[in-house]
């Protein structure tokens, strides 16, 4: 016997628990399915976000952080401790519980907003009388039916082939996020966000931490000036990055992981160390979907196929999140999931993936929207360039951290603000005053008109609009 539902969601990370909670807003009788499980086997909704991405690693950078502050900063404000130790199983066993207040907030959310939970893996069975059978196999086998279905199945870590992961010596993400003693040495490989996350998270702990980077630029798809100021930083805090590596043979045994590369010179070079962390990109993931099933169109990267509008190749069926084209952030799934229950309801959902912030919550943190100054410069565009750093700021240096800066980028005629690139303190909170002001589709002179709070940090984010005409008051 199965269940009918409007709305079928296949997938409880950020864009799929989303998409259902909107989707039961507008009325819609909805089921959601998610295979995740805690460490009881119990559910564990919020996908790769809440499990072992965004959520556990900002609680680790954090509590890193306390640990670095009270190591190397306390003292300056007159602060003396005695020898500051790191509980590292403590540290984790915090990070778990934020987690699971996470998993049980959405399945909190789920009985408010009338959303069935069901826990197990959804597959597409056929194409039944007015919409989809989905069936889901777990504990308690169902069969469902959706008039509509999203899939929202996310995405899996990217492994080095011939080197898969054994969450042992060579470690995926969520490997990464349950080491259980800090390493005397740990290598990277793969400089994007993950890679610098996780490599502060157990340099700050006293790791020695190497990264080997393919590329031959530091964070090509940043703002070159931002990367440079951010690598500046990070060269001072002892994260060594080598850049435009080739990695060889890796070989793991009972002394850890032994990496063979050649550097950037053509020298061959071997980084023996204790963990390997290997951060070099994610892949779509449709493993258990069936989606042959019901003849659901995949590209060449495994990743579903949509249009503009996260429809996918069959009638009824929608795509959001990781499993499709774009940027892989848990706000920009979200914002298609919301999008997608809207337009399922005939009205108009809309993701502007202009306007899409990015952040690195390393320190500096780095945030960004918009185009950078090389995109500019590729697209023939004519633009005004305005700086202020953060030494120059009153309260970044109440509270001792003057590194990076504000960067705004706006069109040389019309003065609308293209992008916007911090560097610094709180980057990843600055940035939704860029992001609301593009969205507004605002010129600097706005930004540099509205009056901020003083002492804030904002306050330099009106000082980069200011320079954007050369007219900044306090530098
Ligand atoms: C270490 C790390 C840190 C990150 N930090 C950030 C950050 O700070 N900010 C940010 O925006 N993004 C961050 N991300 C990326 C972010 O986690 C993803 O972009 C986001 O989770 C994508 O959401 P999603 O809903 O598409 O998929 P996911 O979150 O991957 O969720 C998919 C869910 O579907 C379930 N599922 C899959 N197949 C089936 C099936 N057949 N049946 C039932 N269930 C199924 C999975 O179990 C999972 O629960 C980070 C990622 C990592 C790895």
New binding site residues.
């Given amino acids: 016997m199965s269940q009918a539902f409007d709305v079928v969601v296949?997938?409880?990370?950020?864009?799929?628990y989303i998409a259902a909670i909107r989707a039961a807003q507008l009325g819609f009788k909805v089921a959601c399915?998610?295979?995740?499980k805690n460490a009881a086997g119990g559910p564990a909704p919020g996908?790769?976000?809440t499990n072992?991405?965004?959520i556990p690693?900002?609680a680790l950078l954090q509590s890193s952080e306390h640990f670095e502050h009270a190591n190397h900063h306390f003292a300056d404000h007159g602060i003396s401790t005695g020898k500051v130790t790191m509980d590292v199983a403590k540290m984790v066993g915090r990070k778990d519980t934020v987690v699971k207040q996470n998993n049980d907030g959405i399945l909190y959310l789920f009985k408010k907003n009338k959303v069935t939970f069901f826990h197990g893996?959804?597959?597409f069975v056929k194409a039944a009388d007015g919409g989809y059978e989905v069936q889901v196999s777990g504990d308690k086998p169902e069969t469902l039916v959706g008039k509509q279905v999203i899939v929202?199945?996310?995405?899996n870590a990217r492994a080095l082939p011939g080197t898969p992961f054994d969450e042992e010596n060579v470690l995926s993400?969520d490997g990464a996020l349950r080491i259980g003693a800090v390493p005397k040495k740990l290598a990277l490989i793969g400089s994007g966000v993950?890679g610098l996350?996780m490599g502060s998270v157990w340099r700050r702990l006293g790791a020695d931490v190497t990264i080997l980077e393919g590329l031959p630029t530091f964070l090509g798809a940043v703002d070159e000036q931002i990367a440079k100021e951010a690598k500046k930083a990070f060269d001072k805090q002892g994260l060594k990055i080598e850049l435009g590596v080739t990695v060889g043979e890796i070989k793991t045994g009972k002394k850890g992981v032994s990496v063979a590369y050649t550097n950037a010179k053509g020298e061959a070079q071997t980084l023996d160390a204790d963990k390997l962390i290997v951060s070099i990109g994610r892949v779509p993931?449709t493993i258990?979907?069936n989606a042959e099933a019901v003849g659901l169109a995949l590209d060449e990267r495994g990743a579903i196929v949509v249009d503009a509008e996260c429809r996918t190749n069959l009638p009824g069926v929608w795509a959001?999140?990781?499993?499709v084209r774009g940027p892989?952030?848990?706000?920009k799934?979200e914002e298609e999931g919301v999008a997608v229950a809207e337009r399922m309801a005939g009205q108009h959902g809309h993701v502007n993936f202009n306007t899409i912030p990015w952040?690195i919550?390393t320190s500096p943190e780095i945030a960004w929207v918009g185009r950078t100054e090389q995109q500019l410069k590729a697209d023939g565009v004519a633009y005004k360039a305005g700086t202020f750093p953060f030494l120059a700021n009153g309260r970044a240096r109440a509270l001792g951290d003057t590194t990076g800066m504000v960067k705004f980028l706006a069109d040389a005629t019309t003065d609308e603000i293209l992008g916007v690139h911090i560097v610094g303190p709180m980057a990843s909170e600055l940035i939704a005053e860029a992001v609301v002001a593009m969205e507004f589709k605002a010129s600097a002179e706005d930004i540099a008109r509205i009056c901020h709070a003083h002492p804030s940090l904002s306050e330099a984010t009106k000082e980069a609009a200011l320079a954007v005409d050369k007219r900044t008051l306090n530098f």
């Fill in positions: 296949i997938g409880a990370g950020p864009g799929g399915i998610d295979e995740w996908g790769t976000c072992v991405g965004c690693s900002k893996r959804g597959s929202a199945t996310g995405s993400n993950i996350e993931n258990g979907l959001v999140g990781d499993v892989m952030l848990a706000h799934a952040v919550y």
